[in-house]
């Protein structure tokens, strides 16, 4: 008779310590062998071979192997179409006599991968297994914050003041994955593959360290000023699930509303993209699909490049082409630019940030790059279009910011600006009045 061993799949939760799904596996009692899978299909999609996210993926799979093996188990890794690793790979790695049990997992609310996890739990069914997942990477998710009807809230606002209400000590909850770290399957394992060997090559961009308790009393003060160590930095490991939502919620919830608001805003994002999964490739607002975009290739190229003649637009550009990540008051610039003045599609800016940022989330970069544009949900009005001066003596006053990024930026050398500011805001405003005229 074959034993059947649990498997728990990491995916964006690479951590061993209060991870919902590891925790539901384990305390089952059975034994229970851990893998990852490099997703052939979506690597496949990746220009960029020195792509700083899968290096930050690899290092963590190391890190995470080093930790089981320390436990007398290991990390099974595998590279390829999901659903063909688990019919093929994964069953010729299993021991005699034994078999696939459940899979546990932890939620992805990510269209492509609700299509992907329900074709796997069909076949898990064929094999009289089961695919069991677990919400780990938000507070609150789905339907669990809707208005009275039931109805999902498309508006921050209202639904953080139900989100604050909504929250109980059990919220905050973590789980104790630790004591039952004896389960794990024992065995030796196989070697993780190279980054080589999966078509990558190493990234030389520098990673944040989780910290960020020592920004939290003056983050409200400090977060919207790009040259001060302001934020924690720490959306990289969000994303990657490398630290606990909850382990942040918990320490940041009473210390700084603002920090925590960031927390929320996340799982706002993630409730949007689950209740409305057409975002991705559309405008939350469909009239503002008939916007009719400029388009201009060159003025894109520029704009990409950090050339486009406005300080703060280069920084913010140049400082995501080094290092994977924009400061936060700038991504919000940088988009309403490349939106408002050059009247180029969000979603080119949008895919180029999915392309570039270490911290890459879809529902976050999607609802960012839709606020911007002004027509996703909750949404600045399309006629508040930001003026990249005034933000420069705003939060950039001694140009500190931009003297890092853009040091030429008073050289005779630097770039006339791409488009004048009074002619792009009066374009921008008659552009979408035309376009929400065509309903």
Known sequence: MNKKIAIFWFRRDLRLEDNHGLFAALSNGEPVQAIFIFDKNILSKLADKNDARISFIHQQLLRLNNELTKLGSSLWVFYGDPLSVFKNELLAKMPVNTSIGNVYTNHDYEPNAIQRDAAIGEWLLSQKSELLTFKDQC?????????????????????????????????????????????????????????????????????????????????????????VKGTSRISVHLRFGTVSIRTLAKASFGKSETWFNELVWRDFYFQILWHFPYVVNSAFKPNYNHIEWSNNEAEFEKWCNGQTGYPIVDAGMRELNTTGFMHNRVRMIVASFLTKHLLIDWRWGEAYFAQKLIDFELSSNNGGWQWAAGCGCDAAPYFRIFNPAEQTKKFDPKFSYIKKWVPEFQEFHYPAPIVDHKFARERCLQTYKDGLQKL
């Not at 929250?167 to 080589?196: C, V």
């Open 139 to 227: 507070i609150f998710e789905k339907s669990e914050v809707v208005k009275d009807d039931g109805l999902p809230y498309t508006v921050f606002t209202a639904y953080k003041n139900k989100y604050y209400k909504t929250l109980t000590a059990e919220s905050f909850k973590t789980f104790d994955t630790q004591k039952y770290f004896t389960n794990f399957y024992a065995n030796n394992g196989f070697p993780i593959p190279s980054l080589e060997e999966i078509g990558f090559e190493p990234s030389e961009i520098e990673f944040p360290v989780i910290e960020f308790e020592s920004i939290l009393k003056e983050y409200a003060n400090t977060r919207n000023f790009p040259s």
